[in-house]
């Protein structure tokens, strides 16, 4: 039975709302590589992120949970690429905390928040896939401000580890699940359970959301979405518009061309065609994780 791809948000929402042992799994493994600690959700939270004061903009969110401590953790998936992302995710961010309190309740009520952001792009020019932001004193690092709001991106094309016999922890595991899910073999499902017991239930929710009709329709309706925009990007660009394409995605309204060049590769473009279209070198290509 082949797999939803995981790297859908309606299908991530699916999994890690109807299981909560692979929600803590996925928590865990990425706050705690080295298993020192472990989180324990409690309570799935409202994924409307509405502000508190008139006119402003209201945001929703793709999973949003509280663990045993009281913590809050929002979980943003984000596959294409946006120029302002890093932006979008302090709104959020913010608009989290400050929505906590009502008028007149003490500010020793606000709860930590921890933002984490999986993402299919590159933000950041390190090499390390997991980038974690606290608010400290600018001219002393070891100075922390406060650890009640902590931000995380975790970029996956910076994850280059291919093959089940390489992943060496959870968040390996966890990471090579989201990028291929939608490709795995019954004999790759079973090495991975061997692997991290905690998707014992994880492989059993997404069987169970691959032969549901309905799921299954608007998946495809979303992945036909998803194929039409690609090729409907390259021909944009064959036509020159490369210059209103840049306007568009800061205005929402067109997906970043590395994005493009990425589902061009996935239905089987040459380089020399994907690099004539997009303009891309093979470095480019690769440094985003595209080759």
């Known amino acids: 039975m082949r797999l939803p791809p995981l790297l859908i948000d309606f299908v991530f929402k699916f999994l890690f709302t109807t299981d909560r042992n692979s929600l803590n799994s996925l928590l865990s493994h990425i706050l705690y590589p080295d298993r020192s600690n472990t989180i324990e959700v409690i309570e799935i939270l409202s994924s409307e992120n509405s502000p508190s004061f008139q006119d402003a903009k209201n945001s929703f969110l793709d999973l949003k949970a509280k ?12 596959v294409a690429e946006q120029a302002s992302y890093t932006k979008r995710s302090l709104y959020y961010a913010s608009t989290l905390i400050h929505n906590q309190l009502k008028a007149g309740e003490s500010y020793f009520k606000i709860s930590p928040v921890i933002q984490i952001n999986i993402l299919d792009f590159p933000v950041f020019p390190n090499q390390s896939i997991v980038n974690w ?4 004193e600018k001219t002393n690092p070891t100075l922390v401000l406060t650890e009640d709001l902590q931000m995380i991106y975790v970029e996956l094309p910076k994850f280059h580890k291919d093959s089940i016999e390489e992943l060496e922890s959870g968040m390996d ?3 090579f699940l989201l990028k291929n899910s939608q490709t795995l073999t019954e004999e790759d499902t079973l090495k991975l359970k061997q692997k991290l017991p905690d998707l014992q239930n994880a492989f059993g929710v997404l069987e169970l959301y691959a032969t549901d009709p309905e799921k299954q329709r608007q998946l495809e309706e979303r992945l036909r979405s998803d194929e039409n925009f690609a090729y409907e990007m390259a021909a944009k660009y064959e036509l020159g518009l490369a210059r ?7 205005q929402g309204e067109y997906k970043n061309k590395f ?18 279209i997009t303009g891309f070198t093979p470095d480019d290509l690769k440094k985003n994780g595209i080759l």
């Open 67 to 78: 663990d045993k401590e009281g913590f809050i953790y929002q979980i943003e998936l984000q």
């Open 133 to 136: 932001f606290l608010l400290k």
């Open 173 to 175: 595991i966890w990471l």
């Open 244 to 250: 209103g394409l840049e306007q568009g995605i800061e």
């Open 259 to 276: 994005e493009t060049a990425r589902k061009m590769r996935e239905k089987g473009f040459t380089l020399d065609e994907i690099q004539d």
